[in-house]
């Protein structure tokens, strides 16, 4: 190989890393946006009975919403009633991800996608969070909706977003 080929070589070589790195920045927005770890932490929190850990990632309106309306104050109890029995619970933490988010002034309308023990093959469980920063860098669940299969045709965002939307609340 001549030193040319070599160096065109090395060019093409370091030019495609650059650009898998660069892609893979602007293609993982959970990475950039607290928003989106927030509330994925809440519902894998939430949706394996970890209220500890999922009852503060809540706003102080949804704090007061499970207080008076979550059997035993529990928001993990109200997230599972929202899903049949047979789906069972989330399969494990991490079960929840990022899906996509919208922008909404200060705040995020974030879709997540979790994953059951049964019932629910590829598709999913789609659910909506609305996050909301109460202070710097303090991003807060606001709302939620769906809980429901992501093979219905109301389970995307700009649907799950809308007030008549399941298991919608938004205080």
């Not at 890393?17 to 892609?23: E, K, N, R, S, T």
Request: hydrophobic share 40%; charged share 20%; proline share 5%.
């Amino acid at each position: 190989m001549t030193r040319t080929q070599m160096i065109v070589l090395l060019t093409v070589t370091v030019t495609v890393i650059v650009g898998i790195i660069g892609l893979t920045v602007v293609l993982t927005p959970e990475n950039t946006n607290p928003a989106y770890d927030v509330a994925t932490q809440f519902m894998n929190a939430a949706g394996l009975g970890d209220d500890e850990t999922a009852f503060p990632l809540l706003s102080p309106e949804m704090q007061t919403y499970v207080t008076a309306n979550c059997p035993e104050n529990s928001v993990s109890t109200c997230i599972s009633d929202y899903t049949p029995d047979e789906w069972g619970t989330l399969i494990r933490d991490g079960a929840a991800v990022y899906r996509r988010s919208i922008a909404d002034g200060l705040a995020w309308d974030v879709l997540l996608v979790a994953v059951y023990e049964e019932g629910q093959g590829f598709a999913g469980v789609c659910i909506y969070h609305r996050m909301e920063e109460i202070a710097e860098d303090d991003w807060r669940v606001a709302g939620w909706s769906g809980f429901v299969s992501c093979d219905e045709s109301n389970a995307g965002l700009q649907s799950l977003r809308r007030e008549n939307a399941p298991n919608y609340i938004v205080p």
